[in-house]
């Protein structure tokens, strides 16, 4: 396994075409609006190298019997899809952050059963292409990106449609070799920090959007790909060049709309072309893992929006009043109802024809629905204790001015024995958490990551046996079915 | 193991002292009131010999190595305290009520670790008794209560401050051949549809309160024990001989005011007499699996209410519409989170010094504090559905009147296809289960069953380890501890 | 006026044709499962005779310049809609339940713009009718019903589509001196109370729906019209002679089935029939006056479950512990925000073409969005404070008994200064507000009284210009519409 | 009455001490950071100007007779009252922000009572003086700014118990043509827009923190009286020089840390200065208004993010679905309740001793504890409708440049007939609003404006008469008091 160093390292080997604020960037790695996503990418590797996190951080390769990172594995009973969890709470702790490389970690797994399951129908090879792709991710210590969220024009209208027949990405060449494709993913989380992307189709599609039945991998450099950054709120401050403003000082995410334009995919990186039949599976079974993951993740991040509330509280000398009290019990009682729903869909998962394990889908999706509620309620309770201060703070440069300074210490302290830079500090990192660029991670990717949450309420109704609680009733009552 | 009727015939055995609207019952398992309550316990005999629900129903004992009812078991894995939590859902589903018998199982496997730890410390002789206790009600296939709440006076108090001492059950003598008792415990629940009943102190005491640091089973037909029997919303349908108003025709639960007036324990059934230390930790651990336990039956009867208000509005003409959908789907999605939960501290339980398999404290904290909220959502969202119907129906008498019976048929039929009587069936049974006697179970339960929300509060605020989640905000900011 | 009595008298003098528990009532009035509703619309004759209460519960009548009760009254001014609320608030606190007389009020001020409005467009003579019914209703003080819920059957049909014909109320003759009616309107709050009942529509109506379009008023014990008693939970305890377990010992609320088997209405009586463009409005302005009327009176009962939730709290010995003092202060905040919505709508409110006054539409609606939520949650955590024994709470006929009313006492005490009888009768006035008699008023009738929250979600899409907040948004960032 | 042009200028004229970023400012109001603040405030004096707001913006001085601009004058009856709060929602709707003219307003309307019960105990001449300090504010059309929050240091200690003794702002020395004060104000919302400063204290004091209880006013660019700039989310936006990614293009909020490093305020500018026990109502009645006017701003800028939601929804092409417009129906309703409470407190308000107009407290406190939780959802459910764009949404440049551009415009497309940019200039509005710069005043300020939500919780306690509801309880089930 390749340590954080060596990881960073290859990064600035890719030849990647990145443009942010108007500009390509020349070395995105080291861009400091980008480096902190960098730095939570390299903390899966880092702490994979920990002896005492190597239960949850490594497993051993069901390919190779080679210990590897946990991210690059297929899930091969119950407890590692337990351990997933638990090492993504591990990492939300540890960053306070996104940490990205979760969303190719769970295409490979979608894939792995869906391309075997198309090989079964079809006797195509996309198995066992498949499979010497996740080998050589796991040889390599790879991070890879799961792009799946199309651009989707106008929501009303299936992709076959559109007036801009781009607007989901599509097959627009098929040579021996392989192909050529099409298209934009929006939202792409992590992508610039991946070596490889693995692109899967975004709903389920119809005969007539076969073009669109499309899923591959590639590297991250690729000839027509290229990637425009998103913006996040309070990205510049990190250009500021002081620690105090930025909040989380070292961590973040990080989001790009990826356009592929005209890019060529060899023949050997194809998992499915045209069987659209597969495509709902595929989608299902990747929202499903990713829905999972985040009962693991934002506890983990939350764990620290809770303990910096916490902490203000201290700074505040309220930290025994019996509402800030009742109020931190609230965030844990939601904060954990999250973990609960994370484990639950995990213990409860079962083995694939192709061999792996896949979660529990109803609880899985249960999960993800809390995520699009709990953190927003963490968050304003964060907010509440916390007090005005936190956005109506001077900024660090003030703290620094030689006639300003003196009084911002005065002024900004809390209870006499903590300096005010102490609690500025700790303010900062809640208002990173609940507005700023950690808030991205912590609030709307809890609601939209993974899918919204109308598609996760479909997915509900879908799984949820309804005919079979209304046999229950009628059966109490004495009403023939 | 017993059958569903030789459980009966047993019942029917016992010497038991019952006043009921002002008399003494003399036949409790055939008053009518109480007889629902006898039939939901009966369940967990009859599912038992079903082979389909052997897995779930029974396990081998780790004492006798016979196979034996789950309700009889010391869980000797996770995977036995998720089995409970399944059958348990399984029970509320069958039943759609409160099937009573989970509270002496939860009693006995927080006894059996708390007993060994006392004999660690005091080399008394009390895990040795216990295990007997526990080899005989396995051997008979018994029904066990689990008698924790005491009557408490005046809450500000502690048990030795009461103007009345007896607020708190305690030991009055102390003889050679065993101890004699006073008190009370209220909220008794499925006590005389029991064989034995274990008695617990009902919160930690100190040093002064040693008194009432007492814990012991009796046969519930022991000499100075009676039993008041508490009423509940609309118990009386149950006299009235029809079969719809009662809602659900053939379950519910039962709650009766236990009296100890001056009752004799024998020396061998005593399994705790003064080591008030060891209070707390009984009082927790028998809250923690009795907590998880909501996370099973309340998910079961749940499913029932969920059956039932989808039937409620097929009978409507409106199944289709987009808000009868969602609020369905909300229904589902919270009733899902209290199984989730009840599954993870099961599933993330230990192993504990005696060998017995306890759940995660947090993690059960949590199940039941969501225990407390969503059932009354749940509930309300039925009654949304159910429309006005449900209380303003005329009563079954009606539907059989010579004249009236036609205009009811006519006039309270929904879609053409379905008779109204189908109709008046499903919603008797939601106002059962919300206003009626099941929703003692299903809302007041789920409040105060197991402890009410405050008591798991202060679990969960001590169980989260809020010191750690501080360490790890500071740690991002760089502030030192 | 009418004093309370001389009310009660002249309802025994109607000859009501009613069916309750299979048989046919002969004297109403004095039914002990009737009565307490009696008693309850007795209350509102009452307190108008009280000087301190004159300003609330009386006004001038604009016809005929007498002071009338208000509950007759045509508004006239914004003071007059507030004061409607602010009497429905002392109403409920003095009754702690429906008091049914608010149906006819609100019917009259709906039909007496409408049939000014349909008479300006149609030359009839409905508006004069109108102004004689309600000179009439003021002249000798009478209880009104306002009857619009039809029984519907399928609701995914229109009235004209239904297999029955009658499932909505529908002219099946018209002659010289009249029209003949059939069908049946449900869920009827207080109609056999009532002297007189205005039958409207219940939904907006179609040029096939004509023969539906039909409003009229005739006196309750008109030949042809019979009833079918709505039953409620716990309603047969009012049978049990005693005067705790009721928990409300004298007031409560009553809904009937109301049959119109070919009524006979004179001409002189029909405000309304066959203008089918009219009935929408003439729905939607009841429904808006009759969810203004929630804001008053479920705070009125409100306050009534706060208050007695303080003093189970107080006997229990915890009234100062943080979470109990919290929990009644969101109660608080909770009913107060149900008040400020009805105060809003009242003061918001205008004057008709026909020159009465007519609440706020939107913010009306909003009220009664509120109230099919807070009492639900109000409820709960008056149940929370209860504790388990509101439900487990021994029948009144324990505490009386030779031997064992003694340990009730003793036993069921809280503080020691509190006799267990005071207790049990505040639990059972709780138990009856959330799932006795009560509940139906206080929780079923919040959410479903008046329309249920969908039909308000509809009125809140409708009323909210959203055009208009679409433009404000575009403005500030320069976008064109 | 002054044009907004010219208060603008007027506010250049001001000597103002202002530290922002580091660096002191030389002219503020032309600052990029600073300069939508003073467009908000700018605005009330703009639509005061416009005939079709006269209404609602100006009234009658009862001072002078002349018309004045509404935010410089005393509430002279309900109505008064009741047009704040309308002026308040077309503020909020016209600048999508805190236009921060209430606080001054808010603070005179409380002096002006307090003042005069002072000089009625003490025979003071304080009312006088504040009616000159009055007349001139409003002969001048002056902006005011009231400062009430100390930064408070240990929230655990009363002021005088302070390690530092300027936690509080306090008198430092009395001298006979006035006093000289030390401390600090934190969150002062619009202060250098202002062109006075009215010094309240922040909470009830005794006898020992007498040199605390002082009020007073002066002018904002008065000697030793100087500025530290809180920085907000995002702020730095508005110095790239685009226009779409601030979202907001023209109008914001402005927070200070205001410093009286040993500032003098002459004798007649003293307001109180000693009678510690006239704090509290100061204190109280200052929140009661201030928190009354939430109800009008907050809900005027819910308009804009609904409208904004809205639209977003059309770009996307899902305006028909339901589950969209459910949300949008939601967010209405919240946003309605918001409103009705600030309209029922003032319609409820009564007149002082001194004349002037004051809001009910109870439905004032309640008004104001909804907005510290219903913007919170509404925001989550907006953030829900616009979906994850919002934050994944490149920069203003990509869409500017040459290459990038194009792409920008074909994937950034929802609907084909809406341009790109259309989409983002809404997008980055709803970020504003929710995350960015307009998140300080629509989040952070509704919970902490006017007083965190558990300073409202102890007012709801305190006004609720909690005993006459529990007479009402006892009256009902016949239990003495």
């Known amino acids: 396994m390749r340590t954080a160093e060596e990881y960073v390292e290859s990064l600035r080997k890719l030849n990647l075409e990145v443009y942010l604020f108007g500009e390509q960037v020349s070395n995105p790695v080291d861009h400091p609006i980008i480096r902190p996503s960098v730095n939570s990418v390299a903390m899966t590797y880092r702490l994979a190298q920990e002896p005492e996190h190597q239960e949850l951080m490594t497993t051993i390769s069901s390919l190779a019997g080679k210990r590897i990172n946990r991210f690059t594995s297929i899930h091969q009973s119950n407890t590692d899809l337990v351990n997933k969890v638990k090492m993504q709470r591990l990492m939300g702790q540890r960053t306070g952050s996104c940490f990205q490389r979760c969303v190719g970690y769970d295409a490979m797994n979608a894939l792995w059963s869906v391309t075997y399951e198309t090989d079964e129908q079809y006797g195509t090879d996309y198995h066992r292409r498949f499979k010497e792709f996740v080998r050589y991710v796991q040889e390599e210590d790879l991070t890879v990106d799961g792009a799946m969220t199309d651009v989707k024009g106008d929501r009303g209208l299936r992709p076959s449609q559109q007036a801009d027949p781009d607007m989901f990405l599509r097959v627009v060449e098929r040579r021996d070799d392989g192909i050529v494709v099409n298209g934009a993913k929006a939202h792409q989380t992590g992508m610039i920090n991946s070596h490889e992307v693995v692109v899967m189709p975004t709903l389920s599609l119809r005969e007539e959007d076969r073009d669109y039945a499309v899923s591959f991998a590639i590297p991250t450099d690729s000839k027509g790909l290229f990637y425009i950054y998103g913006r996040q709120s309070c990205d510049t401050r990190k250009l500021e060049g002081g620690e105090i403003d930025v909040g989380n000082r070292n961590f973040g995410g990080q989001e790009v709309l990826a356009v592929f334009d005209h890019v060529f995919v060899p023949k050997e990186r194809v998992f499915l072309c045209g069987e659209f039949e597969f495509v709902g599976r595929l989608v299902e079974r990747f929202a499903a893992y990713h829905r999972q993951s985040y009962g693991g993740c934002k506890s983990g991040v939350g764990d620290v929006l809770i303990g910096a509330a916490a902490k203000a ?35 409860e998962g079962h083995r694939t024809l192709a061999g792996n394990y896949e979660v529990d889908m109803l609880l899985a999706n249960v999960c993800k629905q809390n995520v699009t509620r709990f953190p927003y309620e963490i968050a304003r309770l964060a907010e509440d204790i916390a007090g005005g201060l936190m956005v109506t703070l001077p900024s660090e440069r003030e703290l620094r001015h030689p006639k300003v300074g003196a009084f911002m210490e005065k002024y900004l302290k809390g209870v006499a024995e903590v300096p005010a830079e102490h609690r500025m500090r700790l303010l900062r990192l809640i208002e990173n958490m609940t507005l700023g660029t950690g808030a991205i991670s912590y609030r709307t990717e809890s609601m939209h990551g993974a899918g919204s949450p109308q598609a996760q309420r479909i997915m509900i109704a879908r799984q949820a046996n309804l005919e079979e609680k209304k046999r229950l009733a009628c059966a109490l009552v004495g009403v023939p079915e």
Chains 1, 2, 3, 4 share one sequence.
């Open 313 to 347: 509280a201290e700074h505040n000398g309220v930290a025994d009043a019996a509402h800030i009290r009742d109020k931190l019990v609230e965030m844990i009682h939601l904060n954990e109802t999250l973990y609960a729903c994370g484990l639950a869909c995990s213990w």
